[in-house]
Nanobody, 128 residues
Framework: QVQLVESGGGSVQAGGSLRLSCVIS????????MGWFRQAPGKEREGVAG????????YYADSVKGRFTISQDNAKNTLYLQMNSLKPEDTAMYYC?????????????????????RGQGTQVTVSS
C-alpha cells in the first residue's frame, strides 16, 4: 500500500524557517511527479513546488520562488521542502503528493492538488 507521511510542520515567527519531510513507502520512487501543495482556511488549494524524481527538475509557484526549495533523497525515499523567510501568508496545511506522470506534467503546479496519492498533511503556522 502506497503511503506518504509528512512531518516537520510547526509554528514559527515571520522570517523563520522550517523543513518539511515526506517519506514514501510502497511506491516506486523514481520517475514520478511529486510535489507540495497547501491549503489555508477559506482559501483554495495551491500547488507550491513540484519535482520530477528522475533527473531532478523542480518548479515553484511565484509566491514561494526564492524562499522555498524542493529536494529529494532517493536513498531515503524522502521528499523535502525547505522553507525560508516564512511569511504569515504561508500559514496553511501542507500536503505531499505524488503521481505517475511524464516529466513535462510536473511543471504544471495546478495539477499537484489532483495527484493520485497524497499524505495527511502537516500544519505550518507563521506569526507576525
Amino acid at each position: 500500500q502506497v503511503q506518504l507521511v509528512e512531518s516537520g510542520g510547526g509554528s514559527v515567527q515571520a522570517g523563520g524557517s522550517l523543513r518539511l519531510s515526506c517519506v514514501i513507502s510502497g511506491y516506486t520512487y523514481n520517475r514520478r511527479c511529486m510535489g507540495w501543495f497547501r491549503q489555508a482556511p477559506g482559501k483554495e488549494r495551491e500547488g507550491v513546488a513540484g519535482i520530477y524524481t528522475g533527473p531532478s527538475w523542480s518548479y515553484y509557484a511565484d509566491s514561494v520562488k526564492g524562499r522555498f526549495t524542493i529536494s529529494q533523497d532517493n536513498a531515503k525515499n524522502t521528499l523535502y521542502l525547505q522553507m525560508n523567510s516564512l511569511k504569515p501568508e504561508d500559514t496553511a496545511m501542507y500536503y505531499c503528493a505524488a503521481d505517475s506522470l511524464a516529466r513535462y506534467a510536473c511543471a504544471d503546479l495546478n495539477r499537484i492538488i489532483d495527484y493520485n496519492t497524497r499524505g495527511q498533511g502537516t500544519q505550518v503556522t507563521v506569526s507576525s
